[in-house]
């Protein structure tokens, strides 16, 4: 949608100033970069099986689950809802 002058969706305060909650989250985090590097690095070399599957999930990507579903779709009883409402009328 092209911009239109005057347009009331449009947001006149601009980006909030400041830090969000989830940007000094982040932040904090970013200090236990290292420390997860290391505990990871060692849990490998350990052969945690834990480890190696927190890795490859993300080295490789986690595959795609899919979900076959094999249920008959109901129908609806057509002959049973007209007598419901024949009834209630």
């Known amino acids: 949608m092209p911009f239109t002058k005057g347009d009331t969706r449009i947001n006149r305060g ?7 909650k989830e ?6 985090l970013y200090q236990l970069d290292d420390k997860a590097y290391n505990a ?3 849990a490998l070399e350990k052969g945690s099986s834990w480890a190696v599957k927190l ?3 993300y ?4 595959p795609k689950t899919e979900l076959e579903i094999n249920q008959p779709m109901l129908q609806p009883n ?3 809802l007209a007598d419901i409402i ?3 009328r």
Do not use: M, V
């Open 86 to 88: 024949s009834n209630e």
């Open 23 to 28: 940007s000094e989250i982040r932040e904090r």
């Open 14 to 20: 601009g980006r909030p100033k400041g830090k969000t």
């Open 55 to 57: 890795y490859y999930e």
């Open 78 to 80: 057509y002959e049973a």
């Open 40 to 42: 990871l690095s060692e």
């Open 59 to 62: 080295q490789l990507s986690k």
